[in-house]
């Protein structure tokens, strides 16, 4: 059986084909390197986010370490109750090592378990890992609670000398932080970003392609087809045909401005007389 491309490819206009190489050849190109800005893109703010939670975290955790160290509850239940207040979205969770929540932004929270608050498998085992091991995962975890993207960010709760006292010194981890960060507007302006970069690459390839293909044209096309009016002429039986190469003028090649056709084929050749 013909393959069908092929058979199209036979079938067009050289301008046609030149046309069709230089979509596809940009198209491929261009869309290469628009997926990689689109990844690129989207992974820097997705580590922005995540350095800001770490931070936050950090925070929030040098804010509480003192009050716990004395015992004073109310004043890690205001820092939450002020997360609440003025960290738009933001959600803060601290958990005992069999993750029951116990202090929280969200107080009807309080004392369920840590895994409820969280919607995928890998951002669980995470905090079990880092209650287990004392180490923060190193990375933020994407999931929608209530269709809303939040990233997820764990820091495991050190024992220390100074927390001896009440919690004992049997574990080296007392609980667990959980930040979760509202990343819908971060999402919106990935989004956005990307609608932008779509028009940009969208107009420069329409640009080069009409660049290339006039260029092609000018050069190529036009001078081919020249040549197949002329040829086609001569062939029909007419000597005294003159073409006009501007390309051999410009360069100045040949200083006659017209060659004669009929000279080369007269003599060269036995035109059959109608
Ligand atoms: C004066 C006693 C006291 C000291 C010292 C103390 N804590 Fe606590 N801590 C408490 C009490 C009381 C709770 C609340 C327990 C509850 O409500 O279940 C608590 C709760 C916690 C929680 C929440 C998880 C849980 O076990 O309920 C963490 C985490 C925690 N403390 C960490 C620390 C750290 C870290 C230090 C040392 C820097 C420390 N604490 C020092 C008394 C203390």
């Avoid at 800005?37 to 950090?58: C, G, P, R, Y």
């Avoid at 369920?112 to 669980?124: A, F, G, P, V, Y």
């Avoid at 260029?215 to 001569?234: D, P, Y």
């Amino acid at each position: 059986m013909k393959n069908p491309v092929y058979a199209l490819l036979i079938s067009m206009k050289l301008r046609a084909k030149i046309l069709v190489a230089t979509i596809v050849v940009v198209s491929v190109f261009m869309g290469l390197s628009l997926y990689q800005s689109l990844v690129i893109n989207k992974k820097t703010a997705m580590n922005q986010a995540s350095e800001f939670s770490n931070h936050m975290l950090d925070n929030i955790y040098s804010a509480i370490r003192f009050p716990m160290s004395v015992g004073d509850e109310k004043t890690v239940k205001e820092q939450m109750k002020d997360v609440k207040e003025h960290m738009d979205g933001v959600q803060v969770y601290i958990a005992d090592f069999d993750r029951n929540i116990t202090y929280a932004s969200e107080k009807e929270r309080i004392d369920l378990s840590l895994e409820k608050c969280l919607q995928k498998d890998d951002s669980r085992n995470a905090l079990v890992k880092a209650l287990a091991t004392g180490k923060t995962p190193g990375i933020s975890f994407l999931e929608t609670e209530s269709k809303d993207p939040f990233l997820v960010t764990i820091k495991p709760i050190l024992n220390e000398s100074s927390c001896h006292h009440c919690h004992g010194a049997s574990r080296n981890v007392l609980g667990a932080m959980v930040m979760k960060q509202p990343v819908k507007n971060l999402f919106a302006t990935i989004n956005y970003t990307r609608n932008r970069l779509f028009v940009y690459f969208a107009a420069a390839l329409v640009g080069m392609v009409v660049f290339i293909n006039f260029f092609f044209s000018k050069l190529v096309s036009r001078r081919i087809n020249l040549l197949k009016e002329k040829t086609s002429l001569v062939a029909a039986g007419d000597v005294t045909v003159e073409t006009v190469d501007d390309h051999q003028i410009r360069s100045g090649a040949c200083p006659a401005t017209s060659t004669r056709w009929s000279r080369t084929y007269a003599t060269g050749w036995n035109m059959p007389t109608a």
